[in-house]
């Protein structure tokens, strides 16, 4: 856990696969062709005091949803690059909008697409259910699985090993 936190110590920008971290990975269709996907809403009040601690977000999916779109205006999340099966150009991108390094990006993924991104990340991440090629390229393995709390779990170690934790629960603990 010391190389870990080692790294989390660096980490400015979150970036998150959505299907499958975000959410558990199944796909529900209206037969009107409408998505659903369920979040996990602990992730989302996780990925909001990562704002609060002056960090940056951003999702890289291979899809393109409504519903996705939505969430990341509702969590203010900085960036989104959806339709993206080759993750590299949108990651690429995005560090250089923000003027980051790899050394500064924490990367959650849990399929092949994501190895790439999980390679040149600073803190790479395999959710628990992830495949077990990520979790090969991964420095870190969640306990909890995607959609079901794998974010909210990085982003406390994060902010924890950044010591920015406590100052951020001082809101919900305050008499």
């Known amino acids: 856990m010391t190389e870990i936190i080692k790294r989390a110590h660096k980490i400015k920008m979150l ?8 959410t558990d990975g199944r796909i529900l269709m209206t037969a009107e062709g409408d998505e659903m996907k369920a979040f996990d809403v602990k992730d989302g009040h996780a990925i909001v005091m990562w704002h609060r601690a002056g960090l940056r977000s951003a999702i890289i999916s291979g899809r393109q949803s409504a519903v996705v779109q939505k969430r990341v205006n509702e969590l203010g999340i900085h ?27 924490c990367y959650i993924g849990d399929d092949v697409v994501d190895i790439p991104l999980l390679r040149r ?8 259910d992830a ?16 959609g079901r709390g794998a974010v909210r779990e990085v982003i406390e170690v994060i902010l ?9 629960m001082a809101r919900y603990t305050m008499d």
């Open 15 to 22: 970036i998150l696969d959505c299907d499958g971290v975000l």
């Open 79 to 105: 960036h989104l690059h959806e339709m993206a099966w080759v993750k590299r150009e949108p990651y690429l991108a995005i560090l250089a909008e923000e003027g980051l390094a790899d050394e500064a990006v």
């Open 121 to 128: 990340a600073g803190l790479a991440v395999a959710v628990a």
């Open 131 to 146: 495949v077990d090629e990520v979790k090969a390229h991964s420095h870190f393995v969640t306990e909890r699985e995607g």
């Open 160 to 168: 924890k090993a950044q010591e920015k934790w406590d100052e951020l």
